[in-house]
């Protein structure tokens, strides 16, 4: 709900409550919902500002900086009018959230020049999470130059820890902390993509509580951080300013990507809201709400080295063991046999393919299977007939070697051509495989910014947009497509990929006790809906480490599930426990898929940890508790529950798994449950401990209120 009164302006979502003053451009409050109402101007002045400009006498980090056609930098935005728009305006190009809610517009004007800035504030009437967004309208009469323009601000007093998401391939989302004590912080990307190494989303900690942001973009950003001689905390959201310079025409508009920001007494609660606003603000489509299947992918099982007979013995033990979709991954195009060429040949290898996807396709769904494939669109190899006939798509600078990563070029999707070749191939391989998934891969970053008659300064940018309208044209053509996301793992894990595609590869790490960090990690920000996990063989192919096939099980239900192997050469006692796993999911799939997620413990801090899903109405739950690393003489790790309804009484057991004998069976309260906990006495008694060389102990704990 948006409220005014003159120009002090109050949004309140379910919990919580920012006060804006719009003609001072400032923020009185945010924090935990006002009961009362008024009184404000107690709060005024104060020195939080809503957006920062050069040529004020505040020399923290600016949100706006614009390069004014006689090459000077100074502005003097001053507030000219503000409205509550009942729809929320679009921002041309890029993908944002949706839904019911209220916009707060506010207009600013550079008197000399007439330059224009608008700022955005949308709540929803369902979720905490405020999308916030800026553009500059240039109406002067000449050209001018935006070299920044954060998407969001927001200037927070007092001190501040700042938390972020980190890591690198096969590492993503690492939480860490930091006291923001004086200087500047950066949490950024020159990537080209979101990135491994740091995560958009971002928390500020202190004392009233913690505040969330988050960027719906899926290229470089940037997130600033800097404590100012006043004490204030001022955080900056948006795109990267690196090499950025985007030149607006007389008339012409620039739109920042839109931002997202939350706030919420705890971590805990900060990770609900904002798992309801990706769940139901960003997440869209026929998938949204949709169970997803449980998959069987063979990269792991075979890499490049396939073929029709392969595939088949793959996908029928597949099936046998209670698979839903058969996904084929890299290799099944051109003269793909490793990485070094093909990319951008999307034409079917007939040898691997028994004579072509079409074929294929039709063999594994008269199994009872559905069809999935792989694709890397935005790439060339430069070993491919795509390059040979049209070198001028792949990004290279002129007269330089270009920067080779997995030996290969990215397109210059700045070009319009580009795109369409992109469509069209790709449309081709969706409709000739008739295929119901498409993993969408993305496994270089960008180095080598270059097109013909593109600024060097909106390059990064220009991909971009680029991409979206790709993605937006492929996911409108074929919405009855399960879309995955994927970039060397969890590379482009963002808000703007999650707008097409509802669920991402989370790691291509998938050793049970890595994946428990990274997924711990990006549940802060993301619902388990969105993220995807797969048990695959042991040895792990990242770490060399084994589990017990019912912990890597147990670990890849915390995401959508799949099955990353070889399934035709599983032991008969490893198939029946898969094919026993698979069944059990599919039955609890609404649960563990939708249901409100929490962590519990804390794997970055302790060796206890795990996760827990609650049915919306809190009958059921289920919870998987996880210890790293065997404790020999005691104490016994103890777990405390978390979400259950306090004063119902619960049964509560143990999934059967094959590596314990002793099965559990108890009833309790739920609030001792959450309170009191319960002592994980028989963890290591697990019978298979010998084949645990990655020394990770779980077990799945199932929670049904109990009706007397
Ligand atoms: C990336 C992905 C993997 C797999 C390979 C194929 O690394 O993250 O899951 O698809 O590419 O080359």
């Not at 101007?41 to 809503?50: D, G, N, V």
Request: proline share 3%; with cysteine; glycine share 10%.
């Amino acid at each position: 709900m948006i409220r005014k009164k003159g120009q002090t302006i109050r949004l309140d979502t379910p919990n919580t409550t920012l006060v804006i003053k719009a003609d001072t451009a400032e923020y009185l409050y945010y924090g935990k919902k006002l009961m009362s109402a008024g009184g404000f101007e107690a709060l005024s002045p104060t020195p939080r500002k809503i957006f920062s400009q050069y040529g004020e006498n505040d020399y923290t980090e600016y949100g706006v900086l614009i390069e004014n056609s006689d090459g000077g930098f100074s502005t003097c935005f001053s507030f000219s009018k503000s409205k509550i728009l009942t729809e929320k305006p679009e921002i041309e190009g890029l993908p944002s959230s949706y839904g019911e809610g209220k916009t707060l517009e506010l207009k600013y004007i550079d008197a000399p020049t007439k330059v224009c800035l608008y700022l955005y504030y949308t709540v929803f009437d369902d979720c905490d999470a405020i999308a916030v967004s800026s553009r500059i309208v240039n109406q002067a009469k000449k050209e001018i130059c935006v070299r920044r323009l954060a998407s969001l601000q927001l200037d927070l007093l007092g001190d501040y820890s700042v938390v972020t998401f980190e890591g690198a391939w096969a590492r993503e989302r690492q939480k860490i902390s930091r006291d923001i004590v004086r200087g500047v912080y950066y949490n950024d990307s020159k990537k080209g993509m979101s990135s491994h190494s740091r995560n958009p989303f971002v928390i500020a900690e202190g004392k009233e509580g913690v505040y969330g942001f988050n960027l719906v973009y899926s290229g470089n950003h940037k997130e600033a951080f800097e404590r100012d001689e006043q004490g204030r905390t001022r955080a900056l959201v948006g795109m990267n300013d690196f090499m950025f310079g985007w030149k607006l025409a007389p008339g012409e508009t620039f739109c920042a990507p839109e931002a997202v920001m939350c706030y919420a007494p705890s971590e805990d609660e900060l990770s609900l809201s904002m798992h309801a606003f990706v769940a139901e603000h960003i997440v869209r489509g026929k998938w949204k709400k949709k169970e997803r299947p449980v998959l069987v992918n063979n990269w792991e099982g075979t890499y490049f080295d396939f073929n029709e007979e392969k595939l088949l013995a793959i996908a029928r033990a597949a099936k046998d063991a209670g698979a839903e979709l058969f996904v084929l991954d890299d290799g099944w195009f051109g003269k793909r046999d490793d990485d070094t060429s093909s990319l951008g040949d999307w034409t079917d290898n007939a040898d691997k393919t028994g004579g072509g996807l079409a074929n294929l396709a039709d063999k594994i769904r008269e199994l009872g299977l559905e069809f999935g494939i792989w694709v890397e669109p935005e790439m060339i190899s430069e070993d491919s007939e795509l390059y040979r006939s049209h070198p001028n798509f792949a990004m290279k600078v002129p007269g330089r070697e270009p920067t080779r990563l997995r030996n290969q070029l990215c397109l210059n999707l700045a070009d319009e051509r580009v795109q369409n070749y992109v469509v069209r191939s790709i449309s081709d391989v969706i409709a000739r495989s008739g295929a119901a998934y498409v993993k969408w891969d993305y496994n270089r970053s960008l180095t080598d910014c270059y097109a013909k008659g593109v600024a060097q300064g909106e390059y990064f940018h220009r991909y971009m947009l680029g991409f979206y309208r790709i993605a937006a044209k492929l996911t409108k053509k074929f919405p009855f497509v399960l879309f995955e996301g994927c970039a060397g793992g969890g590379g482009r894990f963002d808000l703007g990929t999650l707008c097409y595609f509802p669920q991402f590869w989370t790691s291509d790490n998938t050793d049970a006790r890595a994946r428990l960090k990274i997924q711990d990690g990006t549940s802060y920000g993301y619902p388990q809906t969105v993220m995807t996990a797969h048990v695959s063989a042991c040895p792990n192919h990242q770490t060399g480490d084994s589990n017990p096939l019912e912990t890597r099980f147990n670990v890849a239900c915390g995401g959508v599930l799949g099955y990353e192997l070889d399934m035709s050469k599983l032991s008969e006692s490893d198939f029946a426990t898969a094919a026993r796993q698979i069944e059990f999911y599919k039955k609890n799939r609404k649960l563990f898929q939708f249901g409100t997620y929490y962590r519990l413990g804390d794997v970055f801090s302790s060796d206890v940890g795990g996760f827990m899903v609650v049915s919306r109405d809190k009958s059921c739950a289920a919870a998987v508790v996880s210890v790293s690393g065997k404790v020999l003489g005691g104490p016994v790790p103890r777990v405390a529950f978390k979400g259950l309804a306090p004063s119902a009484v619960y049964d509560v057991t143990t999934r059967p798994q094959d590596n314990y004998a002793a099965e559990q069976a108890f009833s309790a309260g739920g609030d001792l449950l959450m309170n009191g906990g319960i002592f994980l006495r028989d963890l290591f008694e697990d019978l298979q401990s010998k084949e645990n060389s990655g020394c990770l102990y779980t077990r799945m704990y199932l929670f049904k209120k109990n009706k007397i």
